[in-house]
T-cell receptor, first 119, second 113 residues
Framework: GAVVSQHPSRVICKSGTSVKIECRSL??????MFWYRQFPKQSLMLMAT?????????EQGVEKDKFLINHASLTLSTLTVTSAHPEDSSFYIC???????????????FGPGTRLTVL | GNSVTQMEGPVTLSEEAFLTINCTYT??????LFWYVQYPGEGLQLLLK?????DKGSNKGFEATYRKETTSFHLEKGSVQVSDSAVYFC????????????FGTGTRLQVTL
């Protein structure tokens, strides 16, 4: 199956700093990428959807100035948490999707996630 | 809005035991339903899906039937293995292309020898 990687897998930062998380599709071109956030014992919450070359669409309640998403190429999307605070500590997961003629491509392929801890 | 409710885990079973993980949903319209599995250290993988009522999704010995009358999509396997230990997520989307997924909280399965 298609592989999506995330980097870093874990990051610890000080309050007030910015952190960038990368999401890469390794063996396919992703027309759409999604960013999720997961709190302990809770479900994945969709934060935003990004299409290559266009602005991301954020879900209600997600601050777009705080969570900057860039989808500059068909294989890379980045999430930057700006001026991070302890409440931003969470598990961030990306996924990538290809819209193709085959039904099997109409699914999301997920990265392994990034654990962010803000001190 | 849409929502998915899963049974809380962890679920601990002995190898070769029968598995059921309950999932119910609330949605407007006619959603597609999915089960994802997350093995330790890996991303979520699609396990199976069903796109309309009475459809049965199956893969790797796992099955789930789309029950519109009970708004359920319970995951079952007749004989679990240690290698099935993982976290299982039930999810729905409003269309068949998984364009926007609503997830349950996940159920951790631990299978012991």
């Amino acid at each position: 199956g298609a592989v999506v990687s995330q980097h870093p897998s874990r990051v610890i930062c000080k309050s007030g700093t910015s952190v960038k998380i990368e999401c890469r599709s390794l063996d396919f071109q992703a027309t759409t990428m999604f960013w999720y956030r997961q709190f302990p014992k809770q479900s994945l919450m969709l934060m935003a959807t990004s299409n290559e070359g266009s602005k991301a669409t954020y879900e209600q309640g997600v601050e777009k100035d705080k969570f900057l998403i860039n989808h500059a190429s068909l294989t890379l999307s980045t999430l930057t948490v700006t001026s991070a605070h302890p409440e931003d500590s969470s598990f961030y997961i990306c996924s990538a999707r290809v819209v193709g003629g085959l039904a099997t491509y109409n699914e999301q392929f997920f990265g392994p996630g990034t654990r962010l801890t803000v001190l | 809005g849409n929502s998915v409710t899963q049974m809380e885990g962890p679920v601990t079973l002995s190898e070769e035991a029968f598995l059921t993980i309950n999932c119910t949903y609330t949605a407007t319209g006619y959603p597609s339903l999915f089960w994802y599995v997350q093995y330790p250290g890996e991303g979520l993988q699609l396990l199976l899906k069903a796109t309309k009522a009475d459809d049965k999704g199956s893969n790797k010995g796992f099955e789930a039937t789309y029950r519109k009358e009970t708004t359920s999509f319970h995951l079952e396997k007749g004989s679990v293995q240690v290698s099935d230990s993982a976290v299982y997520f039930c999810a729905l989307s409003e269309d068949g292309t998984a364009s926007k997924l609503t997830f349950g909280t996940g159920t951790r399965l631990q299978v012991t020898l």
